[in-house]
């Protein structure tokens, strides 16, 4: 179920404006990067670059999260646990450590 939370119109070129409270709500400031993504319902959802980016990480994760059987948080909590214990990031990358 979706709440509506704001509404504006589109100009003859295409231009809209986000109320100010969803600017803030999102943490857009001028010259930001907007997203517009398509849910698997077919809703638009748009949002600032940080969310956008998460969005596409987990998309590009849920195969190999659905391969290794991985469909609640905390089962990718205890593996990311599992990972950060017997991998250390300084073995892999030294000279940043």
Known sequence: MHSVIGSTHMSAKGQITIPVHIRHELGLAAGDAVYFLLD??????????????????????????????????????????????TTSICNRFPPHC
């Open 40 to 85: 698997s319902t077919g809703n638009v959802v748009i949002c600032g670059a940080t969310l956008a980016a998460l969005y596409e990480a987990q998309q590009a994760l849920a195969p190999a999260a659905q391969s290794a059987h991985i469909s609640r948080p905390e089962q990718l909590n205890r593996a990311i646990r599992r990972a950060q214990s």
